[in-house]
């Protein structure tokens, strides 16, 4: 893993008062999401800062071998997906450093928010939900969460009522939709205040779920 992340990165075009950390999914990278941002509408957006971290490059087992930008190793395409947990800690620290640079900016972590799409919604919620200081929401998409069983002991109090955005595809050929569910039902009897959506797509984004998000972004920011 790299000491530090580069990052696509979209200034606030005024005063910057909140960050939104944006994470790609396997073999995307930083320019995945930049078109999104003017999609949005939001309310506030000359005053946020978008950064789109770049994943690492390293060898994805699944895919042969095959380096790519990858938040974490995915071993076997069963249906929960084994993956190297180890990595995606080590993927949570980077992101911890990006946070951490918003910070010095003189962003307020309540006025940070993590999003993710696939691989890096794991990254998005694994992250946040142990991050020891209050963050603004977590925005998860087609994704799940390998590491709730861990979380039951590394929660961080402060974000016990942090608002979390989950969607998925109902047709999704990578993240199955039932894995997604068990995902969101166990944060869920964990007293998260989380929401689902779905929507009849593969993986991948559509409108409406653009507008859904851009409803929970304006509302949490």
């Known amino acids: 893993m790299p000491a530090k992340l580069t990052c696509v990165e979209i200034p606030a075009t005024t005063t910057p008062l909140y960050s939104i950390i944006w994470l790609h999914g396997l073999g995307a990278d930083g320019h995945d999401f930049e078109s999104i941002v003017p999609e949005l509408s939001l ?20 895919n042969g071998g095959m380096q790519m930008r990858s938040w974490y190793d995915i071993l ?18 980077l992101l911890d450093d990006i946070i951490q640079s918003e910070i ?3 962003i307020k972590t309540e006025n940070i928010l993590l999003a993710g799409f696939s691989q890096g919604g ?3 919620l694994h992250t946040g ?11 998860a998409l087609s994704t799940y969460m390998p ?15 942090i608002p979390i955005f989950i969607a998925q595809g109902t047709m999704d050929p990578v993240v199955n939709p039932q894995i997604a569910k068990d995902s969101f039902s166990r944060l869920k ?10 929507y009849p797509m593969q993986h991948s984004l559509c409108m409406e779920e653009i507008t859904d998000i851009s409803a929970f972004i ?4």
């Open 43 to 62: 309310n506030k957006a000359e005053h946020i800062n978008f950064i789109f971290p770049n994943a690492p490059v390293q060898a994805v087992t699944i």
């Open 104 to 106: 010095d900016k003189g």
């Open 189 to 198: 009897a964990m007293g998260y205040p989380i929401s689902w959506h779905e």
């Open 129 to 139: 939900l142990r991050y020891p200081q209050k963050l603004a929401g977590i925005i």
């Open 218 to 221: 304006n509302r949490v920011m």
């Open 76 to 93: 076997e395409a069963s249906l929960d997906r084994k993956v190297a947990v180890d990595d995606i800690y080590q993927s949570s620290t």
């Open 122 to 124: 794991v990254i998005a």
């Open 147 to 161: 590491t709730t069983e861990q979380l039951k002991t590394e929660r961080a109090a402060c974000n016990n009522e």
